[in-house]
């Protein structure tokens, strides 16, 4: 079992209200687990509390074994409020991660270094063409680039650094139709040349559907009462067109059974 959640309790604020309670949760290596939920239910939370940036006030979290107490490359992130350094241009931004876990301060004047540097930038390159941007922009700065263009290099700067579990938070939001489906067809097959494990945040039921091999959607059973797991359900694979309907329906009547 790559995660293991037991009984997973968190509440914010003064009197604290509960957000996430009672969650269990065991997701083995190599799923791709969409998560599904109302506005405010705790989709997010749950993935900050996986990343180790943030920590349950009772339960715990196990990632391959052990509690994380911060996060570390071996969890690659997309925040849904993605933030790239300013400074620094889609190039730079895709290769920062790997060059700052791979080499101290010292160790980044060295010949080995600048090779390693060089090997980073191609592969970056790459990224840069898998995912629908064009050669010219990699000199670009965050600041010339539309925000479906930005959210796409947080997702090459997540998928450079080959986490063994990745962390969507509504990574797709940004994007039209036709780009969001280039980037569903992308995450798709390198998680199936990569065996990576995914975790994926999305409001969209069908897109969950489509992409997953198993979708849980959190729900409140009452308004003072936090978030549980409301639905686990294993996706066909592949999920035709003929299935998605009646799969879309079952998960709405959960959602909407548990709205508030
Ligand atoms: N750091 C925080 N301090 C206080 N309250 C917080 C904090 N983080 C989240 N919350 C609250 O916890 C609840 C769940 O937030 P979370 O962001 O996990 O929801 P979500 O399911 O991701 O929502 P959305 O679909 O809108 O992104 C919300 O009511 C939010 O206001
Ligand atoms: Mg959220």
């Known amino acids: 079992m790559l995660i293991h959640i037991e009984d997973v309790f968190v509440a914010y604020g003064s009197p604290p209200r509960a957000v996430l309670a009672g969650i269990n949760l065991e997701i083995e290596e190599g799923e791709f687990v969409c998560v599904l939920g109302q506005t405010g239910c705790g989709k997010s939370t749950l993935l900050r509390l996986i990343l180790g940036s943030e920590h349950p006030m009772r339960g715990r979290i196990l990632v391959d074994g052990r509690e994380h107490h911060q996060p570390d490359r071996t969890r690659g992130y997309v925040p849904q409020k993605y933030s790239l350094f300013p400074d620094k241009t889609v190039l730079d931004n895709i290769t920062f991660g790997c060059e700052v876990s791979e080499f101290g301060l010292f160790a980044r004047l060295t010949p080995a270094f600048y090779r390693r540097r060089k090997q980073l930038r191609a592969e970056a390159f790459d990224y840069l063409q898998r995912i629908g941007l064009r050669s010219c922009d990699a000199k670009k700065y965050p600041d010339q680039l539309s925000g479906g263009m930005q959210q796409r290099v947080a997702i090459a700067q997540a998928l450079m650094?080959?986490?063994?579990?990745?962390?969507?938070?509504?990574?797709?939001?940004?994007?039209?139709?036709?780009?969001?489906?280039?980037?569903?067809?992308?995450?798709?097959?390198?998680?199936?040349?990569?065996?990576?494990?995914?975790?994926?945040?999305?409001?969209?039921?069908?897109?969950?559907?489509?992409?997953?091999?198993?979708?849980?959607?959190?729900?409140?059973?009452?308004?003072?009462?936090?978030?549980?797991i409301a639905m686990d359900l294993s996706v066909p694979a592949p999920c035709g067109d003929e299935e998605i309907p009646s799969l879309v329906r079952r998960l709405e009547l959960v959602s909407e059974s548990c709205a508030l």
């Not at 097959?189 to 494990?197: E, I, N, P, Q």
């Not at 069908?206 to 849980?216: F, K, M, Q, Y």
């Open 161 to 228: 650094t080959k986490p063994r579990i990745l962390l969507m938070d509504e990574a797709f939001s940004a994007l039209d139709p036709g780009t969001r489906r280039g980037m569903q067809q992308l995450v798709r097959d390198l998680w199936k040349a990569t065996g990576t494990t995914i975790l994926f945040v999305t409001h969209n039921t069908d897109e969950a559907l489509r992409l997953g091999t198993r979708v849980i959607v959190l729900a409140k059973e009452s308004v003072d009462q936090g978030s549980r």
